[in-house]
């Protein structure tokens, strides 16, 4: 036989077993058959009735949207398995990988992958070894760089990478290089694959009127395949340090919820993405999780007045919510708050709070999108009673160019009985908010501002400055009450 026929029978052959098996459940169904292409082959039979096939020369194997090529694949249909002692390439969905050698369940879409290059979700990374699939994989002897391959702003050699649910990119024993410079080494950097919260891993500066300058660390560690540790500090010249610790665990799905306690900071507990209104905001992870966390001396960013300082001590059970196009996140809530006003300790009192978010989206016409975003509480406090409180805010959106985005708000909140922490207390019954972010080259600009509707108060004035290099994008945000200044590098893998 020619060339053009040995390709012919291998693929004629590999798609009759294809059918035939398809006819008994084992494959999937239309548009997930094996697919193979090989330009020879050798085919043996095994006594289950599965097929070896040795492929040659511009080989090809297709399975739910996921290809293999190499120049020489050992195929097993029992196994469901592609090995590979030659480099070969895969590519999927979420992005490309080649490698030395090599195998590959194509069934489970999963491997175990030597002498690695691979490009995921905009991630670039040359590995010894890599073990997992392109969401949720391990790899290790790792030189990890974001947005540019070949002039990477930022690049990361680590010991052990693990990529989680295409979403959090864990570096332990981290040696990072910025624009070829060394830096000090970290035991563990965690980077959020995407912009879906800011990456705060690295010390940063911190500035106020009441604690003059400081630096403020935050950690992310994951515990196990169900557990997630949280921890930050910063330390001050003129104020007392802040830490906050939080553990959580899933007690359903794979990757705990672990939002901030504070219902009121929930939707502006970053400083950069609290004058963000990109990206469209997602849905909670599907997660059950038990939350224990334990803060001391911590002053909010969206603290109502200077020199508040909150200790908490708290267990929680929250659960994420979707129905009707919307989606959300209820959680119940116990322990003990007590705060620290210009120096003078509040009594500290028991706390049992059930509280929730919840967005819809409602209507979109080209550049325009009107959506609902509502927060609920209801708490008891021993001794003194309780506060609840009710506040919807609807949110018009508005995209004339891809550099220009406005978001204005309106939100009326209904509340009864009163809590005995001004940390706690609405700021505004009535409130207007105004939300602008224009982004031109590498420049970022944004900026918020609310109005308290009933005191006719321009209460809140927040800004911020930033300048993207590809992935790499430092900042300077201001607020103007209580005062507040932060230093800070964003890395994502997303560029410009």
């Known amino acids: 036989m020619g060339e053009g026929s040995r390709f012919w029978s291998a693929e004629a052959s590999a798609s009759a077993w294809a059918d035939r098996r398809a006819g008994e459940g084992d494959i999937g169904g239309e548009g997930s058959a094996l697919q193979i292409r090989a330009t020879d082959y050798t085919l043996t039979r095994t006594p289950d009735g599965g097929l070896l096939l040795e492929l040659a020369g511009k080989v090809r194997v297709e399975y739910q949207g996921r290809r293999l090529e190499g120049e020489r694949l050992l195929l097993d249909t029992d196994a469901e398995l592609v090995r590979s002692e030659e480099p070969f390439r895969l590519f999927a969905e979420q992005g490309a990988l080649t490698g030395r050698r090599g195998e590959y369940f194509y069934g489970q879409a999963r491997g175990r992958f030597e002498g690695v290059q691979a490009n995921v979700l905009g ?11 392109l969401t949720d994989f391990t790899a290790r002897a790792v030189v990890v760089s974001t947005c540019d391959p070949f002039r990477p702003p930022i690049q990361v050699r680590a010991g052990r990478v693990r990529l989680a649910r295409g979403a959090r990119l864990t570096l332990r024993n981290a040696r990072l290089f910025v624009y070829g410079q060394p830096l000090p080494s970290l035991p563990q950097l965690t980077v959020r694959v995407g912009e879906t919260a800011e990456v705060v891993s690295l010390p940063s500066p911190v500035y106020s009127a009441e604690t003059g300058w400081g ?90 007045r200077e020199r508040l300082r ?69 708490a008891h406090y021993a001794g003194v009673g309780g506060y609840q409180w009710l506040r919807p805010q609807l949110e018009l959106l508005w995209q004339p160019t891809s550099s220009l985005t406005l978001m204005a708000g309106y939100a009326r909140a209904s509340t009864r009985g009163d809590s005995p922490f001004l940390s706690e207390q609405l700021r505004a019954r009535r409130e207007a908010s105004l939300r602008a972010e224009f982004q031109q080259g590498n420049l970022r600009l944004g900026v918020l501002l609310k109005y308290d509707l009933e005191g006719r108060d321009l209460y809140d004035v927040q800004a911020i400055l930033g ?18 200044l932060l230093v800070g590098v964003n890395l994502t893998t997303l560029g410009f």
């Open 310 to 378: 909150v200790s908490r001590m708290e267990l929680a059970l929250i659960a994420p919510v979707q129905y009707a196009g919307g989606f959300g996140e209820a959680s119940l809530r116990y322990g003990s708050l007590n705060e620290r006003v210009d120096g003078q300790r509040t009594p500290t009192r028991e706390r049992l709070a059930l509280e929730g978010d919840w967005f819809q989206p409602l209507l979109r016409r080209g550049a325009w999108q009107l959506r609902l975003h509502l927060w609920a509480s209801c």
């Open 467 to 484: 300048w993207r290099d590809r992935c790499l994008e430092p900042y300077l945000f201001w607020r103007r009450t209580p005062s507040a």
């Open 215 to 304: 630096a403020r660390v935050r950690l992310e560690l994951p515990l196990g395949e169900r557990a997630l540790l949280q921890a930050s500090a910063a330390s001050y010249l003129r104020a007392v340090p802040e830490v906050r610790a939080a553990v959580g665990v899933a007690l359903r799905g794979d990757e705990p919820a672990l939002g901030d306690p504070d219902l009121r900071l929930r939707f502006e507990q970053s400083a950069l993405y609290n004058l963000r209104v990109r990206p469209e905001r997602a849905p909670a992870v599907d997660a059950l999780t038990l939350r224990a966390e334990i803060a001391r001396d911590v002053r909010p960013l969206l603290a109502p």
């Open 123 to 133: 991630v670039y990374l040359d590995a010894a070894l890599l073990e997992g699939d």
